[in-house]
């Protein structure tokens, strides 16, 4: 009688594992319609969970629905680089078909455009740009991405050093939406630094030698750059 009942205990344990491995995992498959950007749409798939982790399915359709919340913040981030900051992610899950389907719904709103580019000295007056301001990566008219946001600190470093401040250095970034106009209007504000004067010491068999001395700081030396007025909502 023993025999018989762990027998059909092992038997009973056996039946059952197939089942509990097929309640593992939740198979699924995910689509991002709604997009005609091609760029958007290649970097929404590129950076998406719910695509790059397909094979490796979620326990439950919870954690499926965990996996899509999440989405969607680092989606929404995706669309604001490229310029749409109006941009909405909605998704649907339906656990009724073999393998469940992830519908990810994108409505990109405008592509918003740079309205305008400051620059500020650290005593808070506008400074020019050095040299041609056009080799800036962000000009007004832009779309309004974030990487050249960034891009443009290294190139204004660069532009002020080759001009004789070699010690500039960006205090503060200030990037304003408008989410009325679809504008994005940024300001960098630059501490120059002290001036670098070169003066010659010696002419030996090697040539000239120079020296460097310090001047003052440059914090009020020139005018602004373009600027527009609209209400803007502030966002970093």
């Known amino acids: 009688m023993g025999a018989r009942r762990f027998f ?9 594992v197939p089942a509990l491995r097929a309640r593992a995992d939740l198979n699924y498959r995910a689509e991002i319609t709604g997009v005609e950007d091609s760029d958007l ?41 490229l310029g749409y900051w109006s941009a909405q992610f909605f998704y649907d899950v339906d656990t009724e078909v073999e393998p469940a ?51 443009a600190e290294g190139v204004l470093l660069a532009a002020f050093g080759e001009s004789g401040d070699p010690f500039a250095k960006i205090g503060n970034r200030r990037v304003e939406i408008d989410k009325d106009a679809h504008t994005m209007a940024v300001t960098y504000t630059l501490d120059p630094g002290p001036v670098m004067r070169f003066r010659l010491r010696s002419v030996g068999s090697k040539g000239l030698t120079p020296t460097m001395s310090r001047g003052a700081s440059v914090g009020s030396r020139a005018k602004s750059t373009m600027r527009t007025k609209s209400k803007r909502h502030a966002e970093r």
């Open 41 to 81: 749409g290649d970097l929404l798939d590129k950076v998406s969970e719910l695509k790059t982790l397909e094979e490796k399915p979620p326990a439950s359709e919870e954690a499926l629905r965990r996996r899509a919340d999440r989405d969607l913040g680092r989606l929404a981030d995706v669309a604001h680089s």
């Open 101 to 151: 389907k992830v519908a990810v719904t994108v409505k990109p709103g405008p592509l918003y455009h740079v309205s305008s580019v400051d620059l500020l000295g650290a005593d808070g007056r506008p400074l020019s740009i050095p040299q041609d301001e056009n080799k800036l990566p962000l000009k007004p008219g832009d779309p309004a991405r974030t990487a050249p946001v960034v891009t």
């Open 8 to 16: 059909l205990t092992v038997a009973l344990a056996t039946a059952l």
